[in-house]
């Protein structure tokens, strides 16, 4: 049915994550063969913006050594605008010469998550982006700085995180010299209420520069809270193929919004993905199969679309 | 966080349905004991509307069979609204005979699945509704009538389900004397942008009339389907403990919006429904372990409540 709400965006982005922080956060250890295969076929099913990897030191995280690779791989596929995640300006260097199209750099809004996660304030996170944007420069690199600013909405070990710290991070960021900020719920805690009021004033900040909605389901809401997003224009989202992921700080508790059940729901609504909704289930089988012993998510892979399903090229 | 959003209703009311909805779908059959227990510690937590039962001949869902004793039971709780469902005016005798608050008359929008579910048109459903009325006058009795149109949002059986239909059937409802209306999306068609222009259209007909939205979770679209409802200021939702119920028609599908998740979104919200979320927890616990065996569903249980969850109690 076509939406009947003129404040929804009539298209919308999903961008998969799952390589990334799906990966990072389970123990199995997909081999370089299958994630060129994921990235294929989530293109061939439509995606165009697939978070491949991160640049981190490999005896960090082992299972993403192959990021550069995969980044070289994505970029062979026509219109795939490639990201990766670094953490700092050594990692943000390896991202330019990889020739991705952007890179994320994390921001905990946190202290104390930012402490214990990324090892600095949120300050000299935001000072390192200021050396990020300098070297992309230097390198006469084309490469977009987004900030991500997670904890966004409350922390597991700080507790509140004031929506006034957020704002000032993000501005901060756009100040050093990101080119697109985000916002992320790391953990968790956003509801519909506060996603509304959160990035009502993100938006007054960093307008067509707010770049995209990071939300985990932690607590079941994570489709609620992109819905709420949308009805304020936003139409970027990161989501995992099969929820994975997940929160360290809440075992067995759901990772990102599954990346089919939000290409159901924009699909649904008449919001044009471009995505093949069969073709995204059928990767999560095969996906689901190579990940056989993790704890997966999702919900519209037992039930089906439903009949009144209109897909996009019917609809279009 | 308080909400800042205006247009969401300060109170809204959850109606546990999971002795009804939940456990006519499922295979075990709890005991009258059991589920007196489940009707006390619901109340206790704070829940003060329950859909007990089903006033249905017992060769048809003997798990049911115990209705009115559970009326009778339900009724020594203090300020406890007790909702039963009544397929027809023999079932609706039942229901005032019993003293029950509220009765429920399901009708299916969709012709093909009123056919096969109620072996009745949707009009003669409407008929039945006035003689149901003309009874409970007669008798005098307080017991109100709700007609909740299901299938209103598409049906397995018979796919689309006009807008217009649906229109339609509730204003007939309401014309031969239901008291209140409701709409559900009994297979789990709903999205966001569905539940705003419908309900929209049924507040327009049916206004403070227009009593409650039932959605199922079954395609990961429940909270969200509340949300777009809670927006519009409709204030009052079925849901089932852990998720019960389920769709016969999508083999192990979720059923309705789990209780606990959304008094977890409704209390995030600050929106009050009086309900100790702790306590909803610890009686999900208790019947999981009643229910072994059964695919139950929902979020919070696993991760729990936000750090930063403030309890009813302390946000008033």
């Known amino acids: 049915m076509p939406t ?4 929804l965006p009539r298209a919308a982005v999903i961008r998969e994550v799952g390589l990334r922080d799906g990966l990072q956060s389970i123990a199995t250890i997909l081999s370089t063969e299958r994630k060129r295969e994921w990235i294929r076929a ?3 099913a439509g995606q165009r913006e697939i978070e491949v990897g991160s640049f981190v030191p490999a005896r960090l995280l082992p299972q993403l050594a192959d ?3 995969l980044v070289n791989y994505a970029k062979t596929l026509p219109g795939l605008f ?3 995640l670094v953490p700092n300006l050594r990692g943000a260097e390896s991202a330019i010469a990889s020739g991705a199209d952007l890179m994320i750099v994390p921001l905990s809004a946190s202290h104390a998550h930012s402490l214990a996660n990324l090892r600095k304030t949120p300050d000299e996170v935001v000072a390192e982006v200021a050396r990020i944007r300098a070297a992309r420069d230097a390198a006469g690199a084309k490469t977009l700085i987004e900030g991500g600013v997670g904890t966004a909405f409350g922390c597991t070990l700080q ?4 929506a006034d710290e957020v704002l000032r991070l ?3 960021l756009l100040d050093a010299g990101a080119d697109r900020v985000s916002l992320a719920d790391t953990v968790g805690y956003a509801d519909p209420a506060m996603v509304r009021a959160l990035f009502e004033q993100a938006l007054k900040i960093a307008g067509e520069r ?3 909605g990071h939300f985990h389901d932690t607590r079941g809401l994570g489709l609620a809270n992109v819905y709420a997003a949308l009805e304020l ?4 989202f990161d989501a995992c193929l099969a929820g994975i992921g997940g929160c360290p700080h809440a075992p067995g508790a759901s990772g990102n919004v599954a990346t089919e059940d939000l290409a159901y729901m924009l699909g649904s609504m008449g919001i044009a993905t471009g995505m093949d909704i069969g073709q995204v289930l059928a990767l999560r089988a095969r996906v689901a199969d190579w990940l056989h012993g993790e704890t997966l998510h999702g919900t519209l892979w037992r039930a089906g679309l439903p009949r009144t399903f209109i897909p996009e090229t019917l609809a279009a």
């Open 233 to 236: 224009g936003v139409s970027r």
């Open 82 to 84: 490639v990201s990766v």
């Open 170 to 172: 993000m501005q901060a």
């Open 159 to 162: 507790g509140e995180v004031a």
């Open 4 to 7: 009947s709400n003129p404040r």
């Open 42 to 44: 989530a293109h061939a």
């Open 67 to 69: 990021t550069a690779d």
């Open 210 to 212: 707010l770049w995209c």
